[in-house]
């Protein structure tokens, strides 16, 4: 089976524009969560999308957002970005739950100038 | 609030040697907890993973041990290889349908197997 996949992998914007980051999960796997990683803050959750809803989110502003489609694809939007949102951003897929192994893609690097 | 904590930071032993890595997790709730290896450059991959009703779990040269009690869980490597050098990540994860999909990574460990 194919792997996760990401696009773009890199990205750079400047502050104030939005960006909109890609996943495609593993065929069959309908659990898709997302990821922050930084140097200082390492790995952090964003959110999840299981069936086109959103069941979970971390601890991240109202800027950060997502959406699932019937494929099973996600999209994570970043809106008015900020240097500090700069990072790694990592999705995951999993056939179901949150205690199915997750398989991450290999990220998106984004740098905010 | 949900935290998970992993020592050492960095770590260094002789190929062949054993390492060793150490979390600690708060929400008494986990019941699964996964190790990720992230070689530089490249996405974490799955190493081994272990459920609560569960206290060890060993696959070749890997080894991970649970205590529920005290809320920590371990991972040993054994006979240590340069390419075992990356950096670990051990997580928590709660399950269920309040938390699904929801993992809590520790800070990472380095690992430096010199040859």
């Known amino acids: 089976k194919a792997g996760v996949t990401q696009t773009p992998r890199y990205l750079i914007k400047t502050r104030g524009q939005q960006v909109t980051l890609s996943c495609s999960p593993i065929s069959g796997h309908r659990s898709v969560s997302w990821y922050q990683q930084t140097p200082g803050q390492g790995l952090q959750f964003l959110f999840e999308y299981f069936s086109e809803t959103q069941r979970n989110k971390g601890n991240f502003p109202g800027r950060f957002s997502g959406r699932q489609f019937s494929n099973s694809r996600s999209e994570m939007n970043v809106s008015t970005l900020e240097l500090g949102d700069s990072a790694l951003y990592l999705c995951?897929?999993?056939?179901?739950?949150?205690?199915?192994?997750?398989?991450f893609g290999p990220g998106t690097r984004l740098t905010v100038l | 609030g949900e935290n998970v904590e992993q020592h050492p930071s960095t770590l260094s032993v002789q190929e062949g040697d054993s390492a060793v890595i150490k979390c600690t997790y708060s929400d008494s709730a986990s019941n699964y907890f996964p190790w990720y290896k992230q070689e530089l450059g490249k996405r974490p991959q799955l190493i081994i993973d272990?459920?609560?009703?569960?206290g060890e779990k060993k696959d070749q040269r890997i080894a991970v041990t649970l205590n529920k009690t005290a809320k920590h869980f371990s991972l040993h490597i054994t006979e240590t290889q340069p390419e075992d050098s990356a950096v670990y990540f051990c997580?928590?994860?709660?399950?269920?349908?309040?938390?699904?999909?929801?993992?809590?990574f520790g800070q990472g460990t380095t690992l430096q197997v010199k040859p």
């Open positions: 995951a897929s999993s056939l179901v739950t949150s205690t199915d192994t997750q398989y």
């Open positions: 272990i459920r609560s009703n569960v």
């Open positions: 997580a928590a994860s709660r399950g269920g349908s309040s938390n699904t999909g929801k993992l809590i």
